[in-house]
């Protein structure tokens, strides 16, 4: 079990039942082949072979394979944040902006950050549907900036560091006077 969820969280495509390939990159190879010493290690059998896809065609259909996996991957995280949006929209609608609320839905945020993040560390071939991912990512930080900010209006509170909810792999937020206002992500 240990080996197959490995596997899957590199983003393997299987084949067939055991059998299953990844592209040929330094660091899946090394990945690879470490878990396999350990399930020989274990007692099991396990084997890592270099394959070359010889035709162009059967190369494009692998890749896309590869691609509509990680777009099912994308698809499940944009069909949470609907919710997201919702929760917000009730709490403002219900006049709960209140700091418990908002920190809810940080961690909420938080956890569609490092989902989208798993994801793009296995997309090796620039799935359609990560853009949109992306795109919804950084609007729920938008809104959650705007839930922050009303937040801190109902508390009758000036605005903190520790509060805002920046991140190295999201929005960057600066300060305008009073308010925290999302801004796109630099390009590093």
């Known amino acids: 079990m240990t080996a197959w969820r490995k596997l899957r969280s590199l983003g393997s495509l299987y084949l067939q039942q055991s059998v299953c390939m990844l592209p040929a990159r330094p660091d899946i190879r090394t990945a690879v082949e470490a878990l396999a010493t350990r399930v020989r290690t274990e007692g099991g059998t396990a084997r890592v072979v270099e394959v070359a896809v010889t035709e162009a065609a059967e190369q494009d259909a692998l890749v896309i394979e590869l691609q509509e996996a990680r777009d099912a991957e994308y698809e499940e995280v944009l069909a949470r944040f609907p919710a997201f949006f919702a929760e917000l929209d009730s709490e403002t609608a219900r006049g709960r902006t209140t700091y418990e ?47 922050a900010n009303a937040t801190m209006d109902a508390e009758d509170v000036e605005p903190r560091p520790d509060r805002e909810a920046a991140t190295a792999s999201g929005a960057r937020r600066a300060r305008r006077g009073s308010r925290l206002e999302a801004v796109p992500p630099a390009n590093d």
Do not use: H, N, V
């Open 101 to 147: 609320e908002l920190e809810e839905s940080e961690a909420d945020l938080d956890r569609f950050r490092a989902w989208i993040s798993k994801i793009e560390a296995r997309d090796y071939f620039a799935a359609p549907r990560g853009e949109a991912a992306r795109a919804e990512l950084t609007r729920a930080e938008a809104a959650l900036a705007e839930f």
